[in-house]
């Protein structure tokens, strides 16, 4: 075996450099997020930083059993499945039918999903107000699920529908000769090959709803109000308590984690799923 050139070492010794910096600037916000949530506030003040310090949980039970931020927290895990359920469950079979079949109007409602977002949620802040306000659904759970729908379902459809249109058409003709409908196409065979987008839509339509903070602070105040909204409640003027924010923060960014986590072993089980014998 030859000697690896100096040149080729040297260019290996860069790219892992890059990389541990690139990995140090991702990592130290999460870093500082969790060790601020373990500093009491007099110690999170102090300047410069304490790097070495007495942890306490005294802001994970004060945020927790004092402020409530448990039942946001459970306000947001409902919200966030139940819009990430009904995102794929209406998504996958649209964007199959987007990826298969022809029909008027398919180029103009295509173009709506693909600019949805591209509406700041601000714009909108106010009509959906005054509407949800009118109908009498402020500060309910149901009225976050609709709306957190209507711009996670075009990001399902997107990134399913380009799923959809990588399998091949034959798989559908051959399964109609045997007497299978759309629907057993869709479920039995389409939907297994294409588990990979629907893992990836799947994670960013329960991160968007997990983090969403403009729609939950305009359209909620007790009852249905979410995690990142209690979160900015404690910014209140000059007062700024590090610690208990640091603490929602990073209860909020757990079950994100987790989700990823899971979703991730779907992906990856999606990619040998539905072959072709």
């Known amino acids: 075996m030859s000697a690896r050139a100096p040149g080729q070492g040297r260019g290996l010794a860069v790219q892992a450099a890059l990389l541990c910096l690139i990995l140090i600037f991702c990592v130290f916000p999460f870093y500082w997020m969790v060790t601020t949530s373990l500093k009491t506030q007099l110690i999170a003040l102090q300047e410069p930083p304490a790097w070495i310090f007495s942890p306490t949980l005294g802001n994970y039970t004060e945020v927790l059993f004092e402020d409530g931020v ?29 990826a298969r079949f022809e029909f008027r109007g398919k180029k103009d409602l295509w173009f709506w999903f693909i600019t949805n977002r591209m509406v700041s949620p601000i714009v909108l802040a106010l009509p959906f107000f005054l ?38 058409y034959d798989l559908d003709e051959a399964a109609i000769l045997e007497g299978a409908s759309h629907w057993r196409i869709f479920r039995s065979i389409c939907l297994p090959l294409a588990m990979p987008g629907v893992a990836v839509s799947a994670i960013f339509s329960f991160i968007f709803s997990w983090n969403e903070l403009m729609y939950a602070i305009v359209l909620t105040r007790n009852t249905a109000k979410t995690a990142p909204a209690m979160a900015v409640s404690f910014m209140e003027g000059y007062n700024l308590p590090y610690g208990k924010i640091m603490a929602t923060s990073t209860l909020i960014v757990v079950p994100v984690l987790i989700f990823a986590l899971i979703a991730s072993k779907q992906l990856v089980r999606g990619l040998t799923m539905g072959a072709v014998k």
């Open 70 to 98: 448990g039942r946001t927290l459970i306000n947001s895990l409902i919200i966030a499945v139940s819009t990430t359920l009904l995102a794929v469950g209406l998504g996958a079979p649209a964007a199959y039918a987007l």
């Open 131 to 168: 509407i949800v306000r009118h109908l009498g659904l402020l500060d309910t759970h149901l009225v976050l699920i609709l709306i957190y729908l209507t711009f996670n379902l075009p990001i399902v459809i997107w990134i399913c529908t380009d799923q959809f249109r990588a399998i091949p």
